[in-house]
Nanobody, 121 residues
C-alpha cells in the first residue's frame, strides 16, 4: 500500500508559475512509474506527464515545453514545475503511482487526493 500526498497548488495569474510536489510513503525507486494527471469537473481525467524509474518522461502535447516532471529519490518525491500557466490549466492535479496494464489500457494502482490549481485571466 502506497500513500501519495500532493501539495503546492494555489491561485496564480496567467503567465505565472507553480511547482507541485507529491510525497510517496514508499521508496519511489521501487515504483516503476509515477505521474501527474488533472481533472476538471464533468470531464475525464487527463494525462499531464509521467516519469519512470529510469528517468524517461512523457508529456501531453498541450503541456510539453511548459511543464517539467522530475524526481528526488532521496525524498521519495516527484515534482511538476508549471510555467507559462494558462486559464485552461485550471484543474485538480492528482499524483499517481505504479503503472500496470488494465482493461482500459495503462492504469495506476495508487492515487493522491489532489491539489487545486487555479489560473486567473
Amino acid at each position: 500500500q502506497v500513500q501519495l500526498v500532493e501539495s503546492g497548488g494555489g491561485l496564480v495569474q496567467a503567465g505565472g508559475s507553480l511547482r507541485l510536489s507529491c510525497a510517496a510513503s514508499a521508496s519511489i525507486v521501487s515504483i516503476n512509474s509515477m505521474g501527474w494527471y488533472r481533472q476538471v469537473p464533468g470531464k475525464q481525467r487527463e494525462l499531464v506527464a509521467t516519469i519512470t524509474r529510469d528517468g524517461l518522461t512523457v508529456y501531453a502535447d498541450s503541456m510539453r515545453g511548459r511543464f517539467t516532471i522530475s524526481r528526488d529519490n532521496a525524498k521519495n518525491t516527484i515534482y511538476l514545475q508549471m510555467n507559462g500557466l494558462k486559464p485552461e490549466d485550471t484543474a485538480v492535479y492528482h499524483c499517481a503511482a505504479m503503472a500496470r496494464v488494465g482493461p482500459g489500457g495503462l492504469e495506476y494502482d495508487y492515487w493522491g487526493q489532489g491539489t487545486q490549481v487555479t489560473v486567473s485571466s
